[in-house]
């Protein structure tokens, strides 16, 4: 089956400590995002890449990083830069072509003790 | 900028009663629009969408009629079931230079349906 797996699916992390949040698709996209979500609110776009080699912030992108070497993959570091790291994160990915919906993974939840 | 304006939860309604959870949105050209359901714990799962001024999507029992008179993607059902209870996101996506396509949130409704 096609889709997007997102691990792990609980993660904490102590202060001041850099964590990676993992992303696949198999879906043969060549955009993929990274979202932000916090408690009764929307999602905000951290980063996202287009194509592999390339990425660019989306509106919250301080304190995070990502790095496109493959097609498939997008993994999101969350460093000790970032305040409040405590939030859902959601991976999705999109086709370049087509009506422009995106597909989204289950979810990462990163917890800072 | 673009933005999407949803209405505020959360919305609590009894077991095959009427839904509406309104949605508006400002954009500068001429937008895809989308609903999205998240049930809790989980992602995004695209729930139906429509491309063009007229258009309307439907899945699972939901409607939506993307109006551009009144700017506005307001989603409907006829009989909601417990099985529905969710949060619901109404977004644009404006496909801007390169083929990126932005999606633009609104804040979301959380629909609570009681037996």
């Known amino acids: 089956d096609g889709g997007i797996t997102q691990s792990p699916k609980y993660l904490f992390r102590k202060e001041g400590q850099n964590v990676t949040l993992s992303c696949e698709q198999n879906l043969n996209h060549d955009a993929m995002y990274w979202y932000r979500q916090d408690p009764g609110q929307g999602l905000r776009l951290i980063y996202y890449s287009q194509i592999v080699n390339d990425f660019q912030k989306g509106d919250i992108a301080e304190g995070y990083s990502v790095s496109r070497e493959k097609k498939e993959s997008f993994p999101l570091t969350v460093t000790s830069a970032q305040k409040n790291p405590t939030a859902f994160y959601l991976c999705?990915?999109?086709?370049?072509?087509?009506?422009?919906?995106?597909?989204f993974g289950p979810g990462t939840r990163l917890t800072v003790l | 900028g673009d933005s999407v304006t949803q209405m505020e939860g959360p919305v609590t309604l009894s077991e095959e009663a009427f839904l509406t959870i309104n949605c508006t949105y400002t954009a500068t050209g001429y937008p895809s629009l989308f609903w999205y359901v998240q049930y809790p714990g989980e992602g995004l799962q695209l729930l139906l969408k429509?491309?063009?001024?007229?258009d309307k999507g439907s899945n699972k029992g939901f409607e939506a009629t993307y109006r551009k008179e009144t700017t506005s993607f307001h989603l409907e059902k006829g009989s909601v079931q417990v099985s529905d209870s969710a949060v619901y996101f109404c977004a644009l996506s404006d496909r801007g230079s390169g083929g990126y396509n932005k999606l633009i949130f609104g804040a979301g409704t959380r629909l609570a349906v009681h037996p």
């Open positions: 429509a491309t063009k001024a007229d």
């Open positions: 999705a990915s999109s086709s370049r072509t087509g009506e422009n919906e995106q597909f």
